[in-house]
Nanobody
Framework: QVHLVESGGGLVQTGDSLRLSCAASGRTFSSFSLAWFRQAPGKEREFVAAISRSGGSTYYADSVKGRFTISRDDAKNTVALQMNSLKPEDTAVYYC?????????????????WGQGTQVTVSS
């Protein structure tokens, strides 16, 4: 198995930036496609960003495209989400997820491993 731990969340204002990180123990990230999801109060978990096993392809939800960037560092077993121009609508608990296989997917069900989540709150 693999254990995932997110960090970097916090309380910020509209327009600010945050960088979330997810560190893995156990199997290395090189074996997985990786993604970030988020869940706001009263809403279902939604896709944010994903990166392929090779790191050559990335995918973003329309709501964050142009503002968020996902990246991976397999040597350090970490995946990051750089969030710029934050909006109140971005307020949610953000989760790191991993699945075996090359292709990165945009739905939650295929992902096998999940972190505990980190809270991001954006005030207006």
């Amino acid at each position: 198995q693999v254990h995932l731990v997110e960090s970097g969340g916090g309380l910020v204002q509209t327009g600010d930036s945050l960088r979330l990180s997810c560190a893995a123990s156990g199997r290395t990230f090189s074996s997985f496609s990786l993604a970030w999801f988020r869940q706001a109060p009263g809403k279902e978990r939604e896709f944010v960003a994903a990166i392929s096993r090779s790191g050559g392809s990335t995918y973003y939800a329309d709501s964050v495209k142009g503002r968020f960037t996902i990246s991976r560092d397999d040597a350090k077993n970490t995946v990051a989400l750089q969030m710029n121009s934050l909006k109140p609508e971005d307020t949610a608990v953000y989760y790191c997820a991993a699945r075996s296989g090359i292709v990165a997917l945009t739905t939650a069900r295929p992902y096998e491993f999940w972190g505990q989540g980190t809270q991001v709150t954006v005030s207006s």
